[in-house]
């Protein structure tokens, strides 16, 4: 079975430095915190080229911290897409606001800008785009529609580190990273990402040193002085220092790996047009492919063949956000309906910087026998 993700070869390839950087973690007998977790920090910070970057345990407590780092609560709206994994919705809410949902753009399956107007209401604070699949959403015309409405901007990175965008000239000028663009961005370090950890992390960027200290706050028990609390309902949200050594091993080979990841992509693409929809990428990002999703108005029955052809494949996403049982009062059925036909129709193929040419040949193949 060719799988769609396969950890052991990344880990096979730098176990070397793995061991050694686990082994110096262990000796040192700091496992919170300390110098692994702030070198880190800091290695993240001059590879997105942010100025502050606050580590915390996971993705979804990343998103939840900025949004109330950056003054939303209870009472607040937050828009954001339905088409999405629901940590970026369960951070909404652990923030005390209402997540309002707004439709997707059906080609890059990112949240539709022209459809932000129309949900606006007095008691909107903030949008939360999210960078699906790895491609940065159209940011330039939600920093505007953000700006001229007094909103802030929480990006949702999670799959998207090591993505650029460049709206203007991408020729001619800087590339910004993914989770730089707005006031904030929340980013996911789980194993399967394209940067991923061998456990659970995530972190927060941000240009702001407000932001950056008060997440720093709330990520420790609202604690700046050990048992001297400023802030009610912290979290005990921290990276451990066995995970950033880990980190630290892997972030200089992320743009590698997502220049493999991309040509690999390519490659799908070159090879699969006319058989099944394939990614669209949008001329102002690059996209780094934490997914390659395809699209076929006969999904299951492909999945299923790919099955049987030794190809592994998964969904993401088969229920929008709003057909979740838990989350149905946020938008009726039929009222999202970009999102709602991606749902029945997105299949993500095998993807990840280690696949063989063999391999990527063997899901071409398969995909194009289906008939």
Not at 239 to 254: S, W
Not at 272 to 277: E, H, S
Request: hydrophobic content about 40%; some cysteine; charged content about 20%.
């Amino acid at each position: 079975m060719i799988s769609i993700l396969d950890l052991k070869r990344e880990y096979l390839e730098l176990k070397g430095e793995i061991d050694a950087a686990i082994e110096r973690v262990l000796t040192s007998g700091g496992f919170i915190g300390g110098p692994e977790v702030a070198a880190l920090e800091d290695d993240l910070a001059a590879y997105l080229g942010v100025p502050y970057v606050v580590s915390c345990g996971s993705g979804t407590d990343a998103l939840a911290i900025a949004l109330r780092a950056m003054g939303i609560g209870p009472g607040d709206e937050v828009i954001t897409t339905p088409f999405t994994f629901v940590a970026t919705i369960e951070a909404i809410q652990h923030a005390g606001a209402r997540p309002v949902l707004v439709d997707i753009d059906p080609q890059t399956y990112n949240l539709n800008p022209d459809l932000l107007e129309p949900v606006l209401s007095p008691r909107s604070k903030a949008i939360l785009p999210v960078h699906l699949y790895g491609q940065v959403a159209p940011m330039q015309a939600i920093l505007a529609f953000a700006q001229k409405h007094g909103l802030q901007v929480l990006e949702d990175a999670a799959q998207a580190i090591g993505a650029r965008y460049y709206p203007d000239q991408p020729a001619a000028q800087p590339h910004a990273h993914a989770g730089t663009l707005g006031h904030a961005a929340g980013f996911s370090l789980y194993p399967s990402k394209n940067l991923g950890a061998y456990g659970d992390g995530g972190f927060i960027t941000t240009h702001s040193e407000a932001i950056a200290q008060e997440s720093r706050l709330l990520a420790n028990h609202g604690s700046r002085e050990r048992y001297h609390h400023l802030r009610a309902a912290g979290y005990t949200s921290r990276l451990d220092a066995m995970q950033a050594a880990i980190l630290r091993v892997k972030l200089p080979h992320l743009e590698a790996w997502n220049a493999r990841r991309r040509q690999i992509a390519a490659r799908y693409t070159q090879a699969l047009k006319g058989y099944v929809q394939t990614p669209c990428e949008m001329p102002y990002a690059l996209h780094v492919y934490h997914q390659y999703t395809i699209r076929h108005p006969e999904r299951d029955r492909l999945a299923a063949h790919l099955r049987q052809q030794g190809i592994g494949s998964s969904i993401h996403y088969p229920v929008p956000v709003h057909l979740q049982p838990a989350y149905r009062g946020l938008a009726p059925a039929g009222s999202l309906p970009a999102a709602e036909a991606a749902a029945r129709e997105v299949l993500s193929l095998p993807m990840h910087p280690f696949l063989e040419e063999a391999e990527v040949e063997a899901v071409v193949r398969a995909v194009q026998s289906y008939a």
